[in-house]
């Protein structure tokens, strides 16, 4: 079976780009192999000049990565898991220390820090793998799904975590079921569906491709461009 | 539908989940294996037993204590909440479903028990023929006895599913007490056999476990396969056998009536911040300072201290240094070359079965999108898994070779090769470690706890399980290799030498175990690099 085919996209730096799709479209085995997780059959993925397939090493130090269902070590403490994410991405050790205490301030965990992993709740656990993906500030982010299942106001945090990594000029690609947190953060909107991109750009360019009004939402787009036969 | 035909429909569709062609070509390899694996020590044992004149007691023992390990492991098993498992879907749509809870444990226990039986026949009654043969019984003989030895295996099923059930049942404080006080009565007493084995300990002792479902199953398949003359007793056995069975399955369908659903509690993952509310931990992973190494093996025995992984490690040892203890205090320890073998092959099998517990599992995505090289993570990871393991396992072998060796300082060949065996019994444990994570890296992992609750669920294991134990024997072949040849190339070179030979030997088998763990580890490295099912 083929997951992805034809699959192109160039994406600039501090951009944001929102990757869409119906479930089993591809986009999470199209993040994998952005950070590494899956090698491709065919084809290359290349972040700041670095291939990932022939130089990991140095893509994976740009890169940091948000799974859609991280499953963290829950033996340790949230400072401990911490550290230890710290040391294996090379981040040295006192700038390490204060990047920590300043995330867990930012995050409101600072008296979760010694708390097991296991005992926090799935929007705790949330915000510190959002931390973990960060500690080494990457230049790119890969983000999937990053608000499943969480409630309201933590939906609300990260939402603004978001874009505060857009106003530091970090590269995020985010893929969602969420259409607003992509229709307000996306400076380019990707389209998959079955495998492949099947529409890029603006969502002014995507409102022009797929027919609809100048004014109509993402939602309307995304479902024009995404229901068989209705493709312009 | 009625009560049979939901327990049918249950069964029928968690059937159809866990059979698939490669799976069921696979049980059939398997089972191969272990039938050819079971004629193999049968044949071994009998001839050691012959040998050695040790007589029928010893089979009888044999048996009884095998059976008593099964039940204190399903006992384990359902204290842990694994006796009766249960996934995310039967919780999300059978569970809500108008069905009665005591059907779904019927069905459960009723699927449970076919796995067992479809997995456990085929090698039971190879091992029953192969020692009726030895005998002189008929094998309709060690076909009645098979049936004996399942029905305990299916009766040990549901103790361990009642366990589990009455873990989160509203039992007052006195009552929790004495079912606990009673299962720790049965866990001792079921291994009263090994009292057989001390000289001039009273039989009684070892007769007391004759209640027990397991001593009455060792007696009962012992009496057939052997041929010994049937009387009342036997019948009495057969009975109360009967009536554990029927009693223990009681019992379960009277607990799964009220607490089905609070015990899948206990097992949710989600619950879990429920019971260890406001827990707060001293930190004792110090990263600062420290390299990449160090801080990979101090994260590694931070988890195993914080689980209950070292506590099993150390229980465990508990029980095989008492078992060793005892055999080799015996008398029956000869200084037999197949002496040797057993003892290398217990002690060592101990780093294996420690090895299935290296569980990174699904959080393999945070190593693999780090810069860093996964050889050398998985050997750090070895590093501080090992260094437990032999810390407990060389006071075992120096409490085994101890009386060993001295019996046998007036023959230095039997001498040299209890010597030897005590070190490189260590290591064979170290490369059935590494040999258990190469595996655990390449098919993925599954606790021991894991593996007991599935119960067959994970039939592509049998793959696993194939592959490790024959790569696994023919790691550690040449080990023993030199532990049997030291003996005769003493008589060869003169006892005068038996220094010499002793550290010529001793520096070979550290040098082949050295370049083994760094083929192993490295390709154990290798195959997480190109693990993509994450």
């Known amino acids: 079976m083929q997951a992805l085919k034809g699959v192109s996209l160039s994406v600039g730096s501090g951009e944001i780009v929102g990757l869409l799709g119906p479930n089993g479209a591809g986009k999470s085995t199209l993040m994998k192999i952005v950070v590494g997780i899956l090698r491709p059959t065919s084809g290359s993925v290349s972040i700041s000049g670095k291939d990932v397939a022939r130089e990991p090493d140095a893509a994976k130090r740009v890169v940091g990565y948000l799974p859609e269902n991280p499953s963290l070590y829950t033996g340790l403490t949230v400072r401990e898991f911490l550290s230890f994410v710290g040391k294996i991405r090379g981040v040295e050790d006192e700038p390490l220390r204060s990047r920590i205490s300043e995330a867990l301030k930012t995050f409101s965990l600072e008296e979760k820090s010694s708390a097991l992993l296991g005992t926090l709740s799935k929007g705790m656990k949330q915000k510190v793998a959002l931390i973990a993906a960060t500690l080494h500030e990457p230049a790119v982010l890969v983000l999937d799904e990053p608000l499943t299942a969480l409630d309201p106001r933590t939906q609300a945090f990260v939402n603004g975590w978001i874009s505060s990594q857009r106003e530091k000029g970090t590269t995020v690609l985010l893929s969602t079921h969420n259409l607003d947190i992509a229709q307000d953060h996306a400076t380019q909107i990707a389209i998959m569906d079955r495998g492949s991109i099947i529409a890029l750009g603006s969502l002014e360019s995507l409102r022009k491709k797929a027919g609809t009004g100048s004014d109509s939402r993402l939602d309307e787009v995304f479902l024009k461009l995404t229901t068989p036969g209705t493709e312009e | ?534």
């Open chain 2, 1 to 534: 539908m009625n009560s049979s035909e939901t327990v049918y429909t249950l069964v029928r569709y968690w059937m159809k989940g866990r059979f698939t062609r490669a799976t069921a070509a696979w049980m059939v390899i398997g089972e191969s294996f272990a039938v050819g694996l079971v004629l193999l020590v049968g044949g071994t044992f009998l001839s050691f037993s012959s040998r050695f004149n040790i007589g029928s007691g010893l089979s009888y023992v044999g048996l009884s204590l095998l059976f008593a390990f099964f039940l204190v492991g399903l006992v384990q098993s359902g204290f842990n909440g694994s006796g009766l498992p249960v996934s995310t879907a039967d919780v999300d749509y059978v569970f809500t479903s108008p069905v009665s809870t005591s059907d779904i444990f019927i069905a459960k226990v009723s699927m449970n028990s076919f796995t067992t039986v479809l997995l456990s026949f085929p090698p039971i009654l190879t091992l029953y023929l192969r020692f009726g043969a030895s005998y002189g019984t008929s094998p309709l003989a060690a076909l009645a006895a098979g049936l004996a030895t399942l029905a305990f295996f299916v009766l040990a099923l549901f103790f361990s599913a009642d366990i589990t059930l009455s873990l989160n049942s509203r039992l007052g404080a006195r009552v929790r007490l004495v079912r606990n006080a009673t299962l720790v009565a049965i866990a001792g007493i079921s291994l009263l056999p090994l009292t057989l084995l001390i000289p001039e300990a009273p039989p009684q002792l070892a007769q007391a476990a004759g209640v027990l479902p397991s001593g009455l199953a060792a007696r009962v398949s012992y009496s057939l396969v052997s041929g010994a003359a049937w009387g009342s007793g036997d019948y009495i056995d057969i009975l109360l056998l009967a009536a554990w069975f029927l009693a223990l399955f009681a019992v379960g369908l009277r607990l799964s009536r009220r607490n089905f659903l609070e015990v899948l509690q206990i097992n949710d993952p989600d619950s879990e911040g429920d019971t260890l509310k406001d827990t707060k931990v001293r930190s004792s992973l110090k990263t600062e300072g420290r390299s990449l190494g160090a801080v990979v093996r101090a994260k590694e025995r931070v988890i195993m201290t914080r689980t209950k992984e070292m506590r099993s490690l150390f229980v465990n040892a508990l029980f095989l240094s008492g078992f060793m203890v005892i055999y080799s205090l015996s008398g029956v320890f000869q200084s037999s070359p197949t002496s040797f073998l057993f003892l290398l092959f217990i002690i060592g099998s101990f780093g294996s079965g420690n090895a299935s517990r290296w569980l990174e599992k699904e959080r393999l995505w945070l190593i693999k999108t780090s810069a860093i090289d996964l050889k050398r993570y998985v050997s750090e990871v070895y590093r501080a898994r090992v260094t437990p393991l032999l810390l407990v396992l060389a006071p075992v072998a120096a409490a085994v070779g101890a009386p060993l060796l001295l019996e046998e300082t007036s023959t230095p060949g039997s001498g040299l090769e209890i010597g030897l065996s005590l070190p490189e019994s260590l290591e064979v444990a170290a490369l059935m470690m590494a040999g258990g994570m190469y595996f655990a890296a390449r098919y993925g992992q599954s606790s021991v706890d894991d593996t007991l609750a599935t119960q067959g669920q994970d039939l592509a294991d049998v793959k696993r399980f194939v592959y490790q134990t024959l790569i696994n024997l023919g790691l550690v072949a040449p080990l023993m290799g030199f532990v049997l040849g030291a003996g005769p190339l003493l008589g060869l070179i003169g006892g005068s030498h038996v220094l010499l030979l002793a550290g010529v030997i001793g520096v070979a088998g550290l040098a082949y175990t050295t370049l083994v763990l760094r083929f192993i580890l490295r390709i154990a490295g290798e195959s997480l690099e190109r693990r993509e099912d994450l």
